[in-house]
């Protein structure tokens, strides 16, 4: 059949394209999001487009209105890579009157152009999650399931830690392009402890390569408790992630350095992983951690014995310099920023500065994939499948890579010393998310959501999947994708349907399927045709029988 297009049938059957409406996400083609600017490259279209798409066609805008695109976007107002145009608007507002803080295009220009390439990438939802506001939705409704955990007891070995109070719990995440998410407690600094860890072991690395560093300390799980008193077969620490390996870790950072020296050091660089956020000392857990240290002393008199330190390794000084990387405190949500720093390559998201090379940032995450949640470390690289390591103050450190880094914190623990609020948190958000390490092979794993996508890409992705599944008779396939939600009826750019596809190629089953959930059998792509006409095209008698007697013969 063919001739003019028909309009589609009685239901207005919706197109997949791309791009979305309203204020924010601005369409990438500024021809398209103004329909008065044409399409270029420039910066004073770029910054009509911006202006025009906040003024929601007025000739001023309210400063509010960015500020409020900045923030669904994930942005904070004080991040570095958007302060100057958040200072000038500031400026405005506390300049004027009420009344007079709306602002012209010229003012406009002045205000945003220092940071008009970050502004521009967040308002068309260019960065690592485009629909933030509906993924910090989902996050907090994670964050309030987690909440009702009531199990676990803080860790009272450490008498600093026993008096924590077990009902505080924060979650923070940062992305690889800095948006920024905090719930909870999440501003309340608390003791790193074993979370410091990987950082321990990467500053190593930096210092000596992974040749060096691993003569003396083991890259397998030990299977034993974080602070078991046991050596692999070579006398060495089993990893770098249980208290043995970080004491190692401790001992090949700056050994030439004065104590004072190489504890500035570490702070330095802790401050350079936040994007800026210095760590604070907690000296009353440091203390505490002194006195309570006999398993730790003990671990480093046998690591010495075997001859595992380096040589001219002074033990107490090395274990002094471990008691007080753990004691260094900092917030949920300026961890997040580090956990970002890991899960971007080595490179501080809000900053833009290396850090870390991005070989030891890969040698990290291994080894917290499969080391960091202590004798737990197992199940959980089978459970979450992500890099994560735990401290007993009731952090969980995670990165997903190349998209974000998470912290949660809550005191309260389980039998293995892990967070029983975090790892709820965490069996929640690989549930919900398809962030498993293993989520993203061939065919995926149906039912999560991929925050990555825009939500018009998540929908054409699921539209091309069914059509696939349609045409190639993949009934199961099908119904895996009305599960993530797809519309049996939605079209392609074409007009075309999941339907068309299945007839077209004979496959009867499927179309009984669809006629048995009653969908509307007799669509117009945009050439005019029908199911019934594909069918007939191909000469596929079962079909063309089932769309033209669809009760009779789908029953």
């Not at 501080?348 to 737990?376: E, H, N, W």
């Amino acid at each position: 059949m063919t001739g003019q297009p028909k309009h589609n049938g009685p239901k207005g059957r919706r197109r997949i394209r791309s791009g979305g409406g309203g204020t924010a996400p601005l369409a990438a083609n500024p021809a398209a999001s103004t329909g008065s600017v044409e399409a270029s490259d420039s910066v004073d279209a770029r910054e009509r487009r911006l202006f025009e798409a906040l003024a929601h066609g007025q000739e001023t805008l309210d400063p509010a209105n960015l500020r409020a695109a900045l923030e669904r976007a994930g942005i904070q107002l004080d991040d570095p890579r958007v302060g100057q145009a958040v200072g000038a608007l500031r400026e405005i507002e506390r300049a004027g009157q009420p009344a007079d803080r709306q602002i012209d295009f010229a003012t406009f220009v002045r205000v945003v152009r220092p940071n008009v390439l970050m502004i521009d990438k967040a308002l068309k939802r260019e960065l690592a999650i485009p629909d933030f506001e509906a993924f910090g939705a989902q996050i907090g409704r994670i964050f309030e399931s987690a909440r009702k955990e009531r199990g676990g007891k803080v860790a009272d070995y450490i008498p600093q830690l026993a008096r924590v109070d077990g009902e505080q719990f924060g979650v923070a995440l940062t992305t690889i392009d800095g948006q920024r998410l905090a719930l909870g407690e999440a501003t309340r600094p608390f003791s790193l402890q074993s979370s410091c860890k990987p950082i321990a072991y990467a500053l190593a690395l930096e210092a000596w390569g992974e040749e060096v560093v691993h003569r003396h300390v083991g890259t397998e799980p030990s299977g034993q408790s974080f602070n078991e008193l046991t050596l692999n077969q070579e006398g060495r620490p089993h990893n770098p992630m249980i208290n043995a390996g970080a004491i190692m870790s401790a001992a090949l950072i700056r050994p030439q350095d004065e104590m004072a020296d190489r504890f500035d050091y570490v702070l330095q660089m802790w401050e350079r992983l936040a994007g800026g956020a210095r760590p604070t000392f907690s000296n009353s857990t440091y203390l505490s951690e002194r006195r309570t240290a006999d398993r730790n002393f003990a671990l480093g008199y046998f690591m010495r014995e075997h001859g595992a330190f380096p040589e001219g390794t002074d033990l107490l000084e090395t274990l002094e310099f471990y008691f007080q990387m753990c004691s260094l405190e900092l917030t949920a949500e300026s961890f997040s920023v580090v956990a970002a720093t890991l899960a971007n390559g080595g490179v501080c998201p809000i900053t833009g500065q290396r850090v870390l090379a991005p070989a030891t940032v890969q040698k990290v995450l291994s080894l917290m994939y499969s080391s960091g949640m202590y004798d737990f470390s197992g199940e959980w690289a089978f459970r979450i499948g992500l890099p994560g390591k735990s401290g007993v103050s009731g952090v969980i450190l995670i990165v997903v890579p190349n998209v974000l880094g998470l912290v949660v914190w809550s005191p309260r623990l389980d039998a293995h010393g892990n967070s029983v609020r975090g790892i709820s948190f965490a069996r929640e958000l690989v549930s919900t998310f398809n962030f498993h390490n293993y989520d993203n092979l061939v065919g995926g794993v149906h039912g999560k959501v991929d925050p990555r996508l825009a939500p018009h890409q998540q929908t054409r992705n699921l539209l091309v999947d069914l059509c696939w599944a349609a045409s190639e008779g993949d009934l199961d396939g099908i119904r895996r994708l009305m599960v993530q939600g797809v519309d049996l009826e939605e079209a392609d750019y074409d007009g075309r349907t999941a339907l068309h596809l299945a007839a077209s190629e004979g496959r009867a089953e499927v179309v009984a399927f669809f006629v048995r959930r009653g969908i509307e059998l007799a669509p117009f792509d945009r050439w005019g045709n029908t199911p019934l006409d594909d069918a007939r095209r191909g000469g596929h008698e079962k079909v063309i029988a089932l769309l033209t007697e669809p009760t009779a013969r789908a029953a």
